[in-house]
């Protein structure tokens, strides 16, 4: 679900040709007759390929089984890709589709740019009370809601319980306890501890927050990331790839991360319930009882872990309206997120969801329910989803030993302020 969280540049010209399959390309895309729906709702979907992307798809087929003259056009768009991907089709007035899965931070940046159509008082947003409150603080904007939550998620550790065993080590709960772990793992096994992935910042913010840090402060318009907290998360990930504690990446980071947990060549990797199914495929975890999930380690400041998640957002140039909020109802009702939870492990985002049986007996969701409730939110201003650019560039250029944690933070606070004007 999460594969990276920085958004690719796309060029233009490419961007609207991939796109040409948006519903605001056809004349016809919007009917109902008598109470019935009917017509087209493109739809793109930003799960992982060959495990989510499977589901999802099906239960879009199951709305169209109740819905006999909707046809759902399911596409797959790379995480990486869809931010730009969808504001240049939108920009452009074609190709975009009704329907996106829209990160929780490009929903405030979507809905400023004019491109998302409110959704206060239609039929896409049934029971508003019954979502979680930190799942739908990222649909709104300016007192109005522009998406419905549809999973909620955060960042733990996957841990190998066989290494673990064979090294005769408990779970690390603070980064001092990560780095003497991985250190007997490697003595024991000559595994290494963790892989660390270095080519997305978004595995950085569990060490900002650790030490006290964050990006910005929305509510005094102030960059943070440079302060003194954001430089020490910096010290902190640059000490555990030096340390051979944990080894890393600057390129295609998931399916390295991924790859060597699943064949057993890293005893931990830091990810959310999004990587469950993707993890239980590989060798090392056909016995799904190997896996074990635990708190990210606390920094010297406590346990902190990023809110992420996905709503389902509706184009504001759809011209298949009706139908369009009919699909984001269904995909995001109790009995449907119940399904997603039982066949993914992912979270639900209404709260009657989490009395369903699926969801009840789910120890994926029993781990990660308290973690969600206290991870730390991202500021939802429009800026949210670019604000991982340049950090990921900073990142990843003190992992590979490119630049230092005081220039890098500097560096990524000075290209804060230029994106957020006037902002201190």
Not at 7 to 20: E, P, S
Not at 163 to 186: N, R, Y
Request: with cysteine.
């Amino acid at each position: 679900m999460r594969r990276g969280i920085t958004a690719t540049a796309l060029v233009a010209a490419l961007a609207l040709a991939a796109t040409a399959c948006g519903s605001d390309d056809k004349s016809d895309g919007s009917s109902k007759s008598s109470g019935e729906l009917s017509g087209t709702v493109t739809w793109w979907d930003t799960s992982t390929v060959g495990s989510e992307d499977k589901v999802f798809k099906k239960i879009a087929e199951d709305f169209e089984k109740q819905h006999p003259k909707v046809d759902v056009k399911y596409v797959n768009v790379p995480f990486g890709e869809a931010q730009n991907k969808f504001k240049n089709a939108a920009q452009s007035g074609s190709g975009a589709p009704d329907v996106i899965r829209s990160e929780v931070a490009w929903t405030p940046e979507f809905a400023d740019l004019g491109y998302l159509a409110p959704l206060d008082g239609t039929p896409a947003l049934q029971k508003a009370d019954d979502f979680l409150k930190q799942a739908a603080a990222s649909t709104k904007y300016n007192g109005k809601t522009y998406a419905v939550p549809q999973v909620i998620d955060s960042m733990g550790i996957f841990y190998n319980k066989k290494i673990f065993k064979e090294a005769g080590v408990e779970v690390p709960t603070t980064v001092a306890q990560l780095k003497t772990v991985s250190k007997k793992i490697k003595e024991k096994t000559g595994k290494t501890g963790l892989y660390l992935r270095g080519d997305d910042a978004y595995w950085f913010l569990s060490f900002l927050y650790g030490e006290g840090g964050d990006l910005v402060d929305a509510s005094t318009k102030s960059v943070t990331v440079d302060n003194p907290e954001g430089v020490k998360a910096m010290k902190v990930v640059k000490d555990l790839v030096d340390s051979g504690a944990a080894k890393t990446d600057a390129t295609d980071g998931w399916e390295n991360m991924q790859s060597s947990f699943k064949d057993g060549k890293v005893a931990m990797i830091i990810n959310g319930p999004w990587a469950v199914a993707d993890t239980y495929a590989g060798a090392e975890f056909k016995d799904k009882a190997n896996l074990g999930v635990a708190p990210v380690p606390a920094g010297s400041a406590g346990q902190g872990a990023p809110q992420g998640g996905h709503n389902l957002a509706v184009y504001a140039g759809s011209k298949n309206l009706d139908a369009s909020y009919a699909f984001v109802d269904y995909m995001t009702s109790t009995k449907t997120q119940a399904q997603v939870t039982k066949e993914l492990n992912l979270l639900p985002t209404r709260t009657s969801a989490y009395s369903q049986e699926a969801v009840v007996d789910n120890e994926i969701v029993g781990f990660f329910k308290p973690v969600v409730e206290t991870a730390v939110e991202r500021p939802w201003i429009p800026e949210t989803g670019s604000l991982f650019a340049p950090l990921v560039t900073e990142y990843t250029k003190v992992l590979t030993g490119q630049t230092t944690p005081e220039k890098a933070a500097k560096a990524t606070g000075d290209s804060y302020r230029k994106l957020l004007k006037g902002w201190k």
